[in-house]
């Protein structure tokens, strides 16, 4: 965790182990790159200290085949595994658009929510063009 933790800028502690058998009974068929999409998507949408059971994807849980969905608040975005992925800088926006919907624009607790400071935030606004939004609230 600690590798992605550096690159998420988050603090995750580890995976619960109801969390890790599911992962470990997956078969992966995208390899170790899928795992990482996996493991990313989840540290990033979630602000717990570990990655839980229910942060995981439907299809990761059921050990089904991917199923398209549409990430929170953009319409037309899609994870779908079939060259959908989107970047890691596509999800931080995503994240952050998601954090401040939630937290009704408090920059403030979005960035708490994000395991981020508001500084962090605010620069992170500005990087994703999201200057307006910044001014809001």
Same mark, same amino acid.
């Given at each position: 965790?600690?590798?992605?933790?550096?690159?998420?800028?988050?603090?995750?502690?580890?995976?619960?182990?109801?969390?890790?058998?599911?992962?470990?009974?997956?078969?992966?068929?995208?390899?170790?790159?899928?795992?990482?999409?996996?493991?990313?998507? !989840?540290?990033?949408?979630?602000?717990?200290?570990?990655?839980?059971?229910?942060?995981?994807?439907?299809?990761?849980?059921?050990?089904?085949?991917?199923?398209?969905?549409?990430?929170?608040?953009?319409?037309?975005?899609?994870?779908?595994?079939?060259?959908?992925?989107?970047?890691?800088?596509?999800?931080?926006?995503?994240?952050?658009?998601?954090?401040?919907?939630?937290?009704?624009?408090?920059?403030?607790? !979005?960035?708490?929510?994000?395991?981020?400071?508001?500084?962090?935030?605010?620069?992170?606004?500005?990087?994703?063009?999201? !200057?307006?939004?910044?001014?809001?609230?």
């Amino acid at each position: 965790m600690g590798g992605l933790n550096r690159e998420l800028d988050r603090e995750v502690e580890g995976i619960a182990p109801d969390a890790e058998a599911v992962l470990r009974r997956y078969p992966w068929p995208g390899n170790v790159r899928e795992m990482r999409n996996v493991l990313e998507r !989840a540290i990033l949408l979630h602000s717990e200290r570990e990655v839980r059971l229910e942060d995981l994807p439907a299809e990761v849980r059921t050990g089904s085949a991917p199923a398209p969905i549409s990430a929170p608040g953009t319409p037309g975005f899609r994870l779908d595994g079939g060259g959908g992925i989107p970047t890691m800088a596509e999800v931080e926006k995503m994240a952050i658009e998601f954090a401040l919907q939630r937290c009704g624009g408090n920059k403030t607790k !979005a960035a708490e929510s994000l395991g981020i400071s508001r500084q962090t935030l605010r620069t992170k606004l500005k990087e994703y063009c999201l !200057a307006g939004v910044e001014e809001e609230g």
